[in-house]
């Protein structure tokens, strides 16, 4: 079977997932987006017309405002022309079928999509059905896969941590709804990280987890032990009435990362959190606020990172 | 009517028969095997040098779409298409629109099967109205319009009581129930295997204990009852385990298995291909192997082609939201025939497996070849090789997991009651 991703030339055609990935083309995003950062004198990126005239098509059928603001600032720092669709409210409760606003669209021009939907694949189903020209970008899909989230966690693991190769990564929370999680997991394998834990009751978690290559803990205490990095992940407030969760107050009592159980960590441990943050539930504003966080920075480098996965796709050399 | 048909491996695994004999069809009938009868005078001559001749492919799942669905495919479109297989006699599933609950329903449907003079078509009836699970059918009224048995399709029957009871008064006229094993409470809004492919790929999963739990519910009360219990569609190894218990304890109880779960597994979704997404999941490997065995062992009676035709429109969405389902008919045959050529079996174990046994299950007196029995008969190319196309199928769904492939086994002519109904061109 051949990745859906890649062209015949093993260059990046659309960016799906970060399953699969050569860990060449995810240095190559690093690389670029470090470019990025680096260029800009105090943490600004300035413009660069690597996407003159290009049309770049936010399609978000999901809300969101996070991820299409960064894409979209990322999208003009790169100088395209960008458009912004909600189609949450528009095309599709009028009945028309996604592929069809995906033909219109391609109609009107687009070069790059970039997708969110609530379904696992949509981003794949939109790929397949493209002229080879247009490239998409998966921002989010169903509970399978939102890989420039992975990405831009990685470059701040990168930013913070220098190296992958010597590195216990604890990934906390819900892991069986989490595109997030299933995204960080394979860029953390895919880059050479050791040892990458999941930290979850078993009602959260999938149940073959273990065979994407991670160790499985139940409990904070013993799998945040020795851990350089802390990753987690949002808790949906409908898990409570699903049966999967008792309540807020007890997942938080021994999930919720407060100061007490980041102690378990090693001192130098960094925080980071996909947003948005539920705090209280599944983060101790302490700990969101406090000196071990880089939760802001990951939106900061957000933006450079999406500009450089739109440029490798671009083609720019 | 007269027909010889010449030259060809007669293959009949109910009387124990594969040698190169000729056969002879008069009146609707065989009439006989080997000799030409004393004056017979042929109307029609087939030359089957080469090709394969067996009774007539019974199929216990094929949905044909009516009524209420004529979007997914017709009456006629798919009962072309089944002759196209060599099907001779098929069974559909209550879950149309209306379902299949009332008398003349089923009276209609079997009458306009008829008219168009293919394949035999045993409607199965609704076990409960609107397959809602709370009320009885009419079963004996149903039996008498043409239901052969009663069932719930793929509908969740989730009170144990109304399914003791349902299953008691079917016993009370000797009805059989078919019952496709899935508790619907763990199976709730999945649409894969829970195994390594829905976890990486992110889809709602259905696990195997929402297969087990439900068989073992309806196993237990198949023995409370004492009905004659048919099992669809059985998809995992533990749930293959349970009936080779039951079996071995003497329960009656027979159980089928869908073609495309034997050949394939959850590995073969991909990335997100729609047309794996079936029911019950595709499974793991270890569970296709077990089915396998069970074929053999004869745990697994049948093998069907759970024939059920999406429209296009209706695949090309997410995964989830696909329909499920895959066109069938037209694969039957090639699909058991790779079965048997991968399992090294004889033809004679493999075509039992969509004839004899499944007239049994049926309890319809079709799919073998003695002399004086009913002259539905498939004649097949074994060795012709041939591509699974939207051209080639004569089915209005064209969507099936092995679209694109190389298919070994072609069938040539197909028989309904001594009259020549498909020809291959």
Redesign the interface.
């Known amino acids: 079977?051949n990745n859906?991703q890649l062209n015949k030339n093993g260059e990046l055609q659309h960016l799906l997932s970060t399953?699969g990935l050569p860990s060449r083309i995810l240095y190559d995003i690093l690389d670029r987006a470090s470019a990025f950062v680096d260029g800009a004198g105090r943490g600004e990126i300035r413009k660069v017309p690597i996407l003159h005239g290009k049309s770049v098509f936010n399609v978000f059928f999901e809300n969101s405002t996070r991820t299409r603001t960064t894409f979209e600032i990322a999208a003009k720092r790169l100088s395209a022309d960008v458009v912004n669709l909600n189609i949450a409210s528009s095309s599709t409760s009028k009945g028309e079928?996604?592929?069809d606003t995906v033909d219109n669209l391609c109609a009107m021009h687009a070069d790059m999509f970039i997708v969110r939907?609530a379904?696992?694949?949509?981003a794949?189903?939109i790929a397949k059905h493209v002229a080879p020209e247009i490239h998409v970008i998966n921002a989010g899909?169903?509970?399978?896969?939102h890989p420039t989230q992975a990405l831009l966690d990685m470059f701040t693991i990168r930013h913070y941590k220098k190296e992958f190769h010597n590195l216990r990564v604890a990934i906390v929370g819900d892991v069986l709804h989490s595109?997030v999680a299933?995204s960080q997991i394979h860029a953390l394998t895919t880059l050479g990280v050791p040892e990458v834990r999941v930290i979850a009751p078993k009602t959260l978690l999938?149940?073959?987890?273990e065979?994407?290559g991670v160790r499985v803990f139940h409990d904070m205490e013993t799998g945040l032990r020795d851990v350089d990095v802390v990753l987690m992940l949002r808790l949906q407030n409908e898990r409570m009435q699903g049966a999967a969760l008792p309540s807020a107050q007890e997942y938080f009592k021994y999930y919720g990362l407060t100061q007490e159980k980041l102690a378990y960590a090693k001192a130098d441990t960094i925080v980071m959190h996909p947003g948005p943050m539920n705090r209280g539930i599944e983060i101790d504003s302490s700990v969101a606020d406090g000196i071990q966080s880089v939760i802001l920075a990951q939106v900061t480098f957000g933006i450079a990172v999406r500009m450089a996965v739109m440029s490798l796709l671009a083609g720019d050399k | 009517m007269n027909i010889h048909i010449r030259n060809g491996r007669l293959i009949d695994p109910k009387n124990k028969l594969d040698e190169v004999q000729d056969i002879y069809i008069s009146a609707g009938k065989v009439l006989a095997i080997g000799k030409t009868p004393f004056g017979f005078v042929a109307d029609s001559e087939i030359d089957a040098s080469g090709l394969v001749v067996v009774p007539g492919l019974i199929d216990l799942a094929a949905r044909l779409r009516e009524p209420g669905y004529e979007y997914k495919a017709t009456l006629e479109s798919e009962m072309h298409a089944a002759v196209a297989g060599g099907i001779t006699s098929l069974a559909c599933p209550p879950d149309t629109d209306p379902v299949l609950d009332e008398p003349g329903l089923v009276e209609m449907l079997k009458h306009r099967a008829r008219e168009l003079s293919q394949a035999n078509v045993y409607p199965v009836g609704a076990l409960t109205y609107g397959l809602k699970g709370i009320e009885l059918t009419e079963m004996a009224e149903l039996s008498d319009a043409g239901c052969i048995a009663f069932s719930q399709a793929d509908e969740p029957l989730t009170d144990t009581r109304v399914l003791m009871r349902a299953m008691y008064y079917a016993a009370t006229f000797g009805f059989g129930v078919w019952l496709r094993p899935q508790d619907s409470f763990l199976a709730r809004n999945g649409v894969a295997h829970?195994?390594?492919v829905?976890?990486?790929?992110?889809?709602?999963?259905i696990?195997v204990c929402a297969e087990t739990i439900a068989l073992a519910t309806m196993l237990m009360l198949g023995r409370e009852t004492g009905v004659k219990l048919h099992i669809c569609r059985v998809s995992s190894a533990e749930g293959v385990s349970l009936i080779r218990e039951a079996k071995k304890n003497g329960l009656n109880v027979t159980c089928d298995v869908s073609m495309n779960h034997i050949h394939l597994s959850e590995m073969d979704i991909?990335?997100?291909d729609s047309n794996c997404h079936l029911v019950p999941p595709l499974r793991s490997q270890r569970d296709r192997a077990a089915l396998r065995v069970a074929l053999q062992e004869g745990v697994v009676d049948s093998i069907c082609s759970n024939h059920s035709p999406v429209d296009e429109?209706a695949k090309?969405?997410?995964?989830?939201?696909a329909e499920a389902g895959a066109t069938g008919l037209e694969l039957l045959l090639p699909l058991v025939l790779k079965w048997m050529y991968e399992e090294k079996l004889s033809l004679s174990d493999a075509v039992s497996k969509v004839t004899c046994n499944s007239a049994r299950i049926l309890n319809i007196d079709a799919g073998h070849l003695a002399i004086g029995a009913v002259a539905d008969i498939c004649i097949f190319d074994p060795d012709k090789y041939w591509r699974v196309e939207t051209g080639a199928l004569k089915s209005q769904g064209k969507n099936t997991p092995f679209i694109g492939m190389e298919l070994r086994g072609k069938v040539r002519y197909t028989l309904v009651n001594g009259q020549i109904i498909y020809q291959e061109h």
């Not at chain 1, 379904?119 to 949509?122: E, L, R, T, Y």
């Not at chain 1, 899909?141 to 896969?145: E, I, N, T, V």
């Not at chain 1, 999938?206 to 987890?209: D, L």
């Open positions: 079977m859906p399953e079928t996604l592929l939907h379904q696992s694949g949509a794949h189903l899909d169903g509970r399978h896969a595109r299933r999938p149940s073959h987890v065979q994407l | 829970d195994g390594e829905a976890t990486r790929l992110g889809l709602p999963a696990p991909g990335y997100f429109d090309q969405i997410p995964f989830a939201e």
